[in-house]
Protein backbone atom coordinates (compact mmCIF):
# COMPACT_ATOMS: atom_id res chain seq x y z
CA UNK A 1 0.00 0.00 0.00
CA UNK A 2 1.45 3.55 -0.94
CA UNK A 3 2.07 5.83 1.77
CA UNK A 4 -0.70 8.80 1.17
CA UNK A 5 0.49 12.63 2.21
CA UNK A 6 -1.11 15.02 3.78
CA UNK A 7 -1.19 17.31 0.50
CA UNK A 8 -2.50 14.09 -1.89
CA UNK A 9 -5.75 13.89 0.68
CA UNK A 10 -6.58 17.55 1.38
CA UNK A 11 -6.00 19.15 -1.54
CA UNK A 12 -8.26 22.52 -1.64
CA UNK A 13 -10.05 22.46 -4.78
CA UNK A 14 -9.88 25.72 -7.18
CA UNK A 15 -13.30 27.38 -7.27
CA UNK A 16 -14.89 26.80 -10.32
CA UNK A 17 -15.24 30.08 -12.57
CA UNK A 18 -18.29 31.46 -13.14
CA UNK A 19 -19.53 31.03 -16.76
CA UNK A 20 -21.44 33.34 -19.04
CA UNK A 21 -24.82 31.17 -18.36
CA UNK A 22 -23.98 31.58 -14.59
CA UNK A 23 -23.75 35.06 -14.13
CA UNK A 24 -26.58 35.53 -16.53
CA UNK A 25 -28.74 33.49 -14.35
CA UNK A 26 -27.61 35.00 -11.21
CA UNK A 27 -27.96 38.83 -12.66
CA UNK A 28 -31.37 37.80 -13.99
CA UNK A 29 -32.72 35.75 -10.11
CA UNK A 30 -31.35 39.30 -8.74
CA UNK A 31 -33.80 41.31 -10.53
CA UNK A 32 -36.43 38.92 -10.14
CA UNK A 33 -35.99 39.05 -6.52
CA UNK A 34 -35.45 42.95 -6.02
CA UNK A 35 -39.15 42.88 -7.88
CA UNK A 36 -40.86 40.34 -6.12
CA UNK A 37 -39.44 42.39 -2.80
CA UNK A 38 -40.82 45.76 -3.86
CA UNK A 39 -43.93 44.06 -5.47
CA UNK A 40 -44.49 42.78 -1.35
CA UNK A 41 -43.99 46.18 -0.27
CA UNK A 42 -46.12 47.95 -2.80
CA UNK A 43 -48.96 44.98 -1.46
CA UNK A 44 -48.43 45.71 2.16
CA UNK A 45 -48.99 49.48 1.80
CA UNK A 46 -52.15 49.39 -0.32
CA UNK A 47 -53.86 46.48 1.77
CA UNK A 48 -53.02 48.70 5.10
CA UNK A 49 -54.38 51.80 3.37
CA UNK A 50 -57.17 50.05 2.27
CA UNK A 51 -57.82 48.39 5.71
CA UNK A 52 -57.67 52.33 7.14
CA UNK A 53 -60.38 53.09 4.39
CA UNK A 54 -62.65 50.12 5.40
CA UNK A 55 -62.23 50.57 9.55
CA UNK A 56 -63.16 54.76 8.78
CA UNK A 57 -66.26 54.52 6.82
CA UNK A 58 -69.19 53.13 8.71
CA UNK A 59 -71.01 49.92 7.64
CA UNK A 60 -74.67 51.27 6.14
CA UNK A 61 -76.89 48.80 4.98
CA UNK A 62 -77.76 49.18 1.26
CA UNK A 63 -81.52 49.94 1.12
CA UNK A 64 -83.73 48.74 -1.62
CA UNK A 65 -84.24 52.00 -3.77
CA UNK A 66 -80.31 52.21 -4.27
CA UNK A 67 -80.31 48.09 -4.59
CA UNK A 68 -82.27 48.82 -7.87
CA UNK A 69 -80.42 51.95 -9.18
CA UNK A 70 -77.50 49.68 -9.95
CA UNK A 71 -79.17 46.71 -11.79
CA UNK A 72 -79.07 47.02 -15.51
CA UNK A 73 -82.43 46.33 -17.82
Known sequence: ?????KTTIYTAADPAKET???KT????REIKDGDIEQRE???????NARLENEAMTPDVPMTAAASRARTRR
Do not use: H, S
Open 20 to 22: MLD
Open 25 to 28: ARIA
Open 41 to 47: IKTARLR
Open 1 to 5: MAKLD
